[in-house]
């Protein structure tokens, strides 16, 4: 019996390796043919093809790429013989017709084209199990309008199937945005589980700019559709659009909206709240976090809406931002709650009121009531800030590894390593700033990450060289004395890093990438200050160094941005923002120049 037993164990793995040896070399036969395809050898692909086809006759992918393969080196008629073949087995397989209409397309028999493509349409009223397949294979073959068709045709002969999407996205293909956005509508008319997909797909068009064409065709569809058939979730895309094109007050109007129809969470309003204020629109912020206040049934929920509205006071320089804080903590207490806001007060003292010793009083009290290590480490990354502005590196440098140690691969144990590196920066250590930016320029958060770059190129350019001083060094002084708010001691830093021969034996050289960073970084401080016309100077500097410099349409959106905000110029103004939109169209800043432009020169809406 044991025998018996044996035997059968030993051919079904016999069996199985078998069967494993043929699917691998099937594999293998693929991608040698994929290979030869892609490099335009069709003979050799479409033998490898052929006898993948052979074995495999049900497999559309080896028929489509045999075929593109024999029509690419002009065998129609082998082609035509095996589609006819297999048309004869079976006519059901209605999208060979398409596979027909295009071999005789290629040899320029139009009528016989054209009527295979309608005899694959006229199988739809039958049958609309390949309605998907017909419409992509005459997308795959440019036949845009028939693929419109086919994917319509179906849909009104299948109530269950929905090909808005990929009309949609045909529509796109053709430039016909108004059809596009019209589809993808539908879409989620249809079914809303595609809300996120149409926003992404969506978003390939639509700018932050509210005049441009596409948003406006965007918007229109769109009220048009909530007007004939009013739907929540025509309020959360217009909230969406609105965001997009940085009309926060209109976007929170919609959600608004929402919350009257009975929603009840607020975490849209937070979201909203936030992105309002990365992008300095302090107003629309602080209607959405009073909105939470107002509304909000859970106390941890106002904190947090209150934590923002400091940031606000702080951003906006609020006169009254010290009694806010001390308001706020009669009503919610010093406690694990409030350890966020405690944090953020204590930065206020430090960087806005130079009260350091006050500030980290403050957080050594916090920290002995803090609960979370998470809580413990946000308050040290604070106390380091804290010892950095006073000088006291390696106390500070302590704190921070603290973190690193606590909190290995979380974003908070990368934001320490960071400062670790700055203040590596700051005191000379060079290569240790390296070694660790080394580390976060593969950072899973952007923002880490591309200050990790900036800083490691910064440092990697500008190092000295077999002890022959750059002026990087003095450099990451006069970055320290600003992070200490010594504003004036980093501008006669700088300054002396110009003129003093002491220090550089020619001083910094226009051409140098050094000499850009401390024009650039001179220019942030004399704004900073209120010296526009002597910022202005030393962006016009970088400019006259090289004018396709990486930092050239900075600079420009900068001087532009001065002579509207600050110096009233709007002459002055306008030429720069026109250098913008017209020399470097592809700048991050050529939306925010063109309303601008357009504001200074007195267009309409």
């Given at each position: ?11 079904l ?39 993948l ?81 017909i ?30 999407l ?28 595609y ?24 918007k ?9 058939q ?15 094109q ?25 979201r ?41 006071a ?7 931002t ?23 007060y ?14 980290y ?18 308050i ?17 440098l ?6 690193q ?70 450099l ?109 169209p ?19 809406r």
């Amino acid at each position: 019996m044991m025998k018996i037993v044996l035997l059968v164990l030993l051919s079904l793995s016999s069996l199985t390796i078998a069967q494993n040896t043929s699917t691998q070399r099937i594999q293998n036969d693929y991608l040698l043919a994929e290979n030869y395809y892609r490099e335009g050898a069709y003979e050799k692909a479409s033998q490898l093809f052929n006898k993948l086809y052979e074995s495999s006759t049900f497999n559309t992918q080896y028929l489509g790429r045999l075929i593109s393969c024999y029509q690419e080196t002009s065998k129609f008629l082998i082609v035509e013989k095996i589609l006819l073949k297999r048309l004869e087995k079976n006519k059901s397989q209605a999208y060979l017709y398409v596979y027909l209409g295009y071999n005789y397309e290629r040899q320029l028999q139009l009528k016989k084209a054209n009527d295979n493509y309608l005899l694959a349409l006229s199988s739809l009223e039958k049958k609309t199990v390949y309605g998907g397949v017909i419409g992509q294979l005459f997308r795959e073959y440019n036949l845009l309008d028939r693929a419109i068709l086919a994917y319509k045709k179906t849909m009104a002969l299948n109530e269950n199937r929905n090909y808005n999407l990929q009309i949609a996205q045909i529509y796109g293909e053709k430039g016909n945005f108004g059809k596009m956005f019209e589809a993808y509508i539908n879409l989620i008319d249809k079914n809303e589980k595609y809300l996120s997909t149409v926003q992404r797909y969506s978003s390939q068009y639509i700018t932050e700019d509210p005049e441009n064409e596409t948003n406006i065709l965007f918007k229109k569809t769109l009220l048009r559709k909530s007007t004939s058939q009013p739907k929540a979730v025509w309020n959360i895309l217009l909230s969406w659009f609105f965001t997009q094109q940085k009309e926060y007050t209109k976007a929170l109007i919609q959600e608004k909206a929402l919350f009257s129809r009975g929603a009840n969470d607020l975490a849209a309003f937070l979201r909203l709240g936030k992105i309002a204020f990365e992008n300095g629109s302090f107003k629309a912020s602080e209607q959405c976090f009073n909105f939470i206040i107002k509304t909000a049934l859970v106390e941890n929920e106002r904190i947090l809406a209150n934590f923002y509205l400091m940031k606000i006071a702080i951003a906006t320089e609020n006169p009254e931002t010290a009694a806010l804080f001390q308001n706020l903590f009669k009503i919610f207490g010093k406690n694990t709650a409030t350890i966020q806001l405690q944090v953020l007060y204590a930065d206020y003292l430090t960087f806005q009121e130079n009260k350091p010793s006050l500030a980290y009083t403050i957080l050594k009290e916090a920290l002995s009531s803090a609960n979370s290590k998470f809580d413990k480490a946000r308050i040290k990354l604070k106390l380091g800030d804290i010892l950095v502005f006073t000088g006291k590196f390696n106390k500070a440098l302590l704190y921070f590894s603290q973190i690193q140690t606590q909190l290995k691969g979380h974003e908070l144990a990368q934001e320490a390593r960071f400062k670790v590196a700055q203040t590596s920066y700051f005191k000379g250590d060079f290569d240790w700033a390296k070694a660790q930016l080394k580390v976060l320029k593969g950072s899973a958060t952007q923002l880490i990450a591309n200050d990790a770059v900036a800083l490691y190129l910064k440092i990697s350019d500008n190092e000295p060289v077999d002890s022959i001083p750059s002026g990087l060094k003095q450099l990451a002084h006069a970055e320290l004395l600003a992070f200490q708010n010594k504003n004036d001691a980093a501008l006669t830093a700088l300054n002396n890093l110009f003129l003093k021969k002491d220090i550089l034996p020619n001083g910094l050289i226009p051409g140098e990438v050094l000499y850009d960073d401390a024009l650039f970084f001179q220019a942030k401080l004399l704004l900073e200050e209120g010296k526009y016309k002597k910022a202005i100077a030393s962006l016009l500097k970088i400019i006259a160094a090289d004018n396709q410099g990486f930092l050239t349409d900075t600079v420009y959106f900068m001087i532009a941005e001065t002579y509207y905000t600050e110096l009233k110029d709007t002459t002055k103004a306008q030429k720069y923002y026109q250098k913008i939109i017209f020399e470097y169209p592809g700048s991050i800043y050529v939306v925010d120049a063109r309303k601008k432009y357009r504001a200074v020169r007195g267009d309409k809406r």
